[in-house]
């Protein structure tokens, strides 16, 4: 059993990774509610002090990265960096502050999202920061220190989203829960390191 820290526990995609997650002591944590922990992956101090509080843990799993959509024409700095302080900086920061306090061995697990290979309207800088969480997770993982491994599970939309994402997503075949969840299995209790584990239909 390894002692699990899940960021984004209550939404949608942690309720998905933590049916992946069901052989361990899983830390819940998140910017608010019922969790263990309150986190907001924007700010480096709240990112150490989540780990400080925690102490030993096996894996970091994060589920969470706020976006904003718009059209490009239309979307300000301040919506970029938004995303990028987010989806990008914040993931980046969860390893880099994280990998001085994971256990040797340990893991980390990141979010990316089917949109940088497969666009739709609105959403470039979703599909810009999951294409740098891609390729951060691929190059860092030669540089990881004690033998811990990163991945990065880039799922399509959820089945349990599907009536709130559908809409802008013709096409789009989603997945459900379930199945995007073995992809967080697969990265916690495997052996890979440094892979994009896309989940699509």
């Not at 009536?163 to 969840?181: N, R, T």
Request: proline share 4%.
């Amino acid at each position: 059993m390894k002692t699990v820290i899940l960021i984004g526990a209550l939404g949608k995609m942690g309720q998905a990774a933590l049916s992946g997650l069901g052989k361990h002591k899983v830390i819940t944590a998140g910017r608010s509610g019922n969790v263990d922990h309150i986190v907001d992956i924007t700010n480096e101090q709240s990112i150490e002090d989540l780990y400080t509080k925690v102490g030993h843990f096996d894996a970091v799993v994060n589920t969470v990265g706020v976006c904003e959509y718009a059209p490009f024409v239309d979307m300000t700095e301040a919506q970029w960096m938004t995303t990028v302080m987010s989806k990008m900086m914040g993931q980046i920061n969860l390893v880099r502050i994280g990998q001085k306090y994971i256990a040797d061995g340990g893991s980390f697990t990141l979010i990316s999202g089917i949109l940088n290979v497969k666009p739709i309207p609105f959403a470039i800088a979703d599909a810009t920061t999951s294409g740098a969480i891609d390729t951060f997770v691929k190059c860092v993982a030669y540089e990881m220190p004690r033998n811990t491994r990163i991945n990065v599970v880039n799922p399509t939309v959820l089945t349990e989203a599907w009536d709130v994402y559908g809409e802008m997503m013709p096409g789009f075949e989603p997945v459900p829960g379930k199945l995007v969840g073995k992809a967080f299995e697969r990265s916690v209790d495997g052996f890979i390191t440094g892979e994009v584990i896309f989940v699509d239909a």
